[in-house]
T-cell receptor, first 116, second 113 residues
Framework: SQQGEEDPQALSIQEGENATMNCSYKTSINNLQWYRQNSGRGLVHLILIRSNEREKHSGRLRVTLDTSKKSSSLLITASRAADTASYFCATVSWGAGGTSYGKLTFGQGTILTVHP | DGGITQSPKYLFRKEGQNVTLSCEQNLNHDAMYWYRQDPGQGLRLIYY???????QKGDIAEGYSVSREKKESFPLTVTSAQKNPTAFYLC????????????FGDGTRLSIL
């Protein structure tokens, strides 16, 4: 089953603009991760935010997490043509006995196109 | 360089045939995973393994089988019981703790002849 729902499904912007992608999920999580996938390739991990964190930065990436709304957003600032890819959020839920393990549940992704 | 290697990159299956997709990692990760990706969709978990000689079914295990005889290797067999096998298959690995990212191979695209 798909835990995360991403919005928008597709986003087209000009180079230099900011891109914002949103992710909503249904159940309590241990952490939420964002991945990038270039066409025909595997996924690359971008950033992980834990359930007790509200915001995290990595280079041009900014991720926020609102556990009360069960939602997260990924902001890419000053986008480049090379940022063109699909972006997926994935959640890790708590396992039995309050433990966590690495089972990711993915959303359907946002296709980002950055025009030069 | 450490990483995950999937082979082959493209694979064709005839009706009634079993095919095996290879996944090897040299990252010394305990956990390994197989995902299926259909066009325009996210990834769905087929099987995962947290330790050698042990594995668990994911969300869509029917028609698939795996083995984990070595830490480095986690091959996936798509059996003839899988009626709609055409998809992009991705293998991943990670450390055991749930707050660790997964590292992905570059996938195998399986098609039906």
């Amino acid at each position: 089953s798909q835990q995360g729902e991403e919005d928008p499904q597709a986003l087209s912007i000009q180079e230099g603009e900011n891109a914002t992608m949103n992710c909503s999920y249904k159940t309590s999580i241990n952490n939420l991760q964002w991945y990038r996938q270039n066409s025909g390739r595997g996924l690359v991990h971008l950033i992980l935010i834990r359930s007790n964190e509200r915001e995290k930065h990595s280079g041009r990436l900014r991720v926020t997490l609102d556990t009360s709304k069960k939602s997260s957003s990924l902001l890419i600032t000053a986008s480049r043509a090379a940022d063109t890819a699909s972006y997926f959020c994935a959640t890790v839920s708590w396992g039995a006995g309050g433990t966590s393990y690495g089972k990711l549940t993915f959303g359907q992704g946002t296709i980002l196109t950055v025009h030069p | 360089d450490g990483g995950i290697t999937q082979s082959p990159k493209y694979l064709f299956r005839k009706e009634g045939q079993n095919v095996t997709l290879s996944c090897e990692q040299n990252l010394n990760h305990d956990a390994m995973y197989w995902y299926r990706q259909d066009p325009g969709q996210g990834l769905r978990l087929i099987y995962y393994s947290q330790i050698v000689n042990d594995f668990q079914k994911g969300d869509i295990a029917e028609g698939y089988s795996v083995s984990r005889e070595k830490k480095e290797s986690f091959p996936l067999t798509v059996t003839s019981a899988q009626k709609n096998p055409t998809a992009f298959y991705l293998c991943a690995s990670s450390r055991l703790q749930g707050n660790q990212p997964q590292h992905f191979g570059d996938g195998t695209r399986l098609s039906i002849l």
